[in-house]
């Protein structure tokens, strides 16, 4: 039976290995950058778990976590699709091991996610899909958004 309960300080490991199995998944990441995103991560996380700007879920069968997904409250300005909410919901690291794929878990996530939001009167959400994850999501009511991404040399270096 699979049963869910909330993010914890104690899931820094947890999550942090769902979300590099999640990036080996996608399958366009080395090893080198995931561990150096790994390793700035780590550092990143935990303190959002003791303060709970990063909450999720955690799906388990009978106490083993088998797939989990992150959730957070970011600060954005207002915008046509939340006129007046300085907030939107953001879905990152939804994970599921892949003995568990194709049985409505990440839905369940997903529909615990939206109830999360609602409860925090957050009326927007946003994340970022894999091209294999994006048909859940679309069944799920979510659609493509105008976003676009760039990555800026820094000159801090």
């Known amino acids: 039976m699979i049963t869910t309960r909330k993010t914890t300080p104690d899931d820094l490991e947890l999550i942090c290995s769902h979300r590099i199995a999640m990036f080996t998944d996608g399958g366009k ?11 700035s991560f780590r550092k990143w996380l935990e303190p959002r778990l003791h303060d709970e700007t990063y909450f999720g879920f955690i799906a388990c ?25 300085d ?10 091991d892949q003995a568990y794929r ?15 939001f609602s409860a925090r009167g ?3 959400a946003i994340l970022h899909t894999t091209s294999a994850g994006r048909a859940v999501y679309e069944e799920l009511g979510w659609g493509a958004t105008s976003e676009m991404s760039k990555i800026i040399p820094s000159k801090l270096n």
């Not at 009978?62 to 997904?69: D, K, Q, Y």
């Not at 194709?102 to 999360?116: F, N, V």
């Open 29 to 39: 990441r080395t090893a080198a950058e995931l561990a150096a995103m790994d390793r």
């Open 102 to 116: 194709k049985r409505g878990i990440a839905r369940m996530l997903m529909d615990l996610a939206e109830e999360e």
């Open 87 to 96: 907030r939107r919901g953001y879905v990152l690291n939804l994970f599921v």
């Open 122 to 124: 957050l009326q927007y």
């Open 61 to 85: 069968d009978e106490n083993r976590p088998i797939a989990g997904v992150g959730l957070m409250a970011l600060d954005w300005p207002p915008h046509p699709s939340h006129p007046e909410d």
